[in-house]
C-alpha cells in the first residue's frame, strides 16, 4: 500500500476525530438503536432505521480513518526548505485580477480549500511543486485557463 503524505496537524485531526467516532458517537447510536427496538415491531420504525443508517455510516468511517491512519506518513513542514513541496505554505497573486490567494499543499484526507488546505494532487499543487518564488504557472482550471505568479513560499 502506498503511504499517504499528512502534516502532523492533519494527522492530530484525523486521529481525534477517530477517538470521537469510537469513544462518543458509537455508544450513542448503539443506546438509540436498543431504545428503538423496545418500541416494538421494527419493520416499520423509522428510529430504529435511521439509527442503524447512523451505525452503518460511523462503521465506515471509522474503518475509513483506521486505513488512512494506518499509512500515514507524517511530514514536519518546519524541516522542510527551498522549491514548492509537501507542507509548503504559499502566497500566491492571480495575473488577472491580481487578487492574493495563500495556500498549504497537504495530504488528501487533510485538504479542505475553503480552510487554505490545498490537495498534493490537486491540479493548482501538481503546477507548483518544484518551482520558486517570483515564478509564474499556469494551470488548467474548470472555468479556464489562470496564471498565478508565486510571492512568497514558507515552511511553518
Do not use: C
Amino acid at each position: 500500500m502506498e503511504k499517504i503524505p499528512l502534516t502532523r496537524a492533519g494527522f492530530d485531526a484525523l486521529d481525534k476525530e477517530l477517538k470521537i467516532l469510537k469513544s462518543e458517537e458509537r455508544p450513542a447510536v448503539i443506546r438509540a438503536i436498543a431504545e428503538a427496538r423496545e418500541h416494538g415491531d421494527l419493520s416499520e420504525n423509522a428510529e430504529y432505521h435511521a439509527a442503524r443508517e447512523k451505525q452503518s455510516f460511523i462503521e465506515g468511517r471509522v474503518k475509513e480513518l483506521e486505513g488512512i491512519l494506518s499509512l500515514a506518513d507524517v511530514i514536519d513542514p518546519a524541516t522542510l526548505s527551498g522549491t514548492i513541496k509537501f507542507g509548503a505554505t504559499v502566497t500566491l497573486v492571480d495575473e488577472d485580477t491580481d487578487e492574493e490567494k495563500t495556500y498549504q499543499i497537504v495530504g488528501e484526507p487533510e485538504a479542505n480549500i475553503e480552510k487554505g488546505l490545498l490537495n498534493l494532487k490537486s491540479p493548482l499543487s501538481r503546477a507548483l511543486i518544484g518551482k520558486e518564488e517570483g515564478d509564474s504557472v499556469e494551470v488548467k482550471t474548470p472555468g479556464g485557463e489562470k496564471s498565478y505568479e508565486i510571492l512568497n513560499i514558507a515552511y511553518k
